[in-house]
T-cell receptor, first 114, second 112 residues
Framework: NAGVTQTPKFRILKIGQSMTLQCAQD?????MYWYRQDPGMGLKLIYY???????DKGEVPNGYNVSRSTTEDFPLRLELAAPSQTSVYFC?????????????FGSGTQLSVL | DQQVKQNSPSLSVQEGRISILNCDYT??????FLWYKKYPAEGPTFLIS?????DKNEDGRFTVFLNKSAKHLSLHIVPSQPGDSAVYFC???????????FGKGTRLHILP
């Protein structure tokens, strides 16, 4: 059982380039999340989805886009990469929106924008 | 505007002693609190949680205490072990809301 799989693990982008961070889960979870972790800054919520076809903004959505066409996949798109987007990105999922339902995290994507 | 605050960036504790990690929150709508543990190059993993209707929850060596009037919670690890060296994140969620808000984390070092 793979859980939450993120690809790639590492990526270096030039300013202005675009890329998609992939996230897939095989637990049939309805809820999926994207967080970024900057050094000393904890985890900030970028976007989340409560089911296929439904997405919503989190705390820091600017510069990102998401889509949720299937239950399994929740890709995060950076259209015009900026140095401020250098961070470690974590995808997470949970079965329902029930309070206390724990999140399962992927192992992260380390992105550098130079 | 930080809604979940972990004011100690790091903490060092002797092996076998008690580790106490603190967390404060500002949003009175939060009613469920979680602790996650993170090793380098891995995603966070769930550790323990507590609902606002309780003031204590225990799971083995880990106990979480909640003081609603002070908007404060703490994680106690007894006894501390070398494998407990990690970053610990406090997280909170309002009821009927799908967001989970994390603090900045506290890096715990267990000293031999």
């Amino acid at each position: 059982n793979a859980g939450v799989t993120q690809t790639p693990k590492f990526r270096i982008l030039k300013i202005g380039q675009s890329m998609t961070l992939q996230c897939a889960q095989d637990m049939n979870h309805n809820y999926m999340y994207w967080y970024r972790q900057d050094p000393g800054m904890g985890l900030k919520l970028i976007y989340y989805s409560v089911g296929a076809g439904i997405t919503d903004k989190g705390e820091v959505p600017n510069g990102y886009n998401v889509s949720r066409s299937t239950t399994e996949d929740f890709p995060l798109r950076l259209e015009l990469a900026a140095p401020s987007q250098t961070s470690v990105y974590f995808c997470a999922s949970r079965l329902t929106g029930a309070v206390g339902e724990k999140l399962f995290f992927g192992s992260g994507t380390q992105l550098s924008v130079l | 505007d930080q809604q979940v605050k972990q004011n100690s960036p790091s903490l060092s504790v002797q092996e076998g002693r008690i580790s106490i990690l603190n967390c404060d929150y500002t949003n009175s709508m939060f009613d469920y609190f979680l602790w996650y543990k993170k090793y380098p190059a891995e995603g966070p993993t769930f550790l323990i949680s507590i609902s606002s209707i309780k003031d204590k929850n225990e799971d083995g060596r880990f106990t979480v205490f909640l003081n609603k009037s002070a908007k404060h919670l703490s994680l106690h690890i007894v006894p501390s072990q070398p494998g407990d060296s990690a970053v610990y994140f406090c997280a909170a969620s309002p009821n009927r809301d799908d967001k989970i808000i994390f603090g900045k984390g506290t890096r715990l070092h267990i000293l031999p």
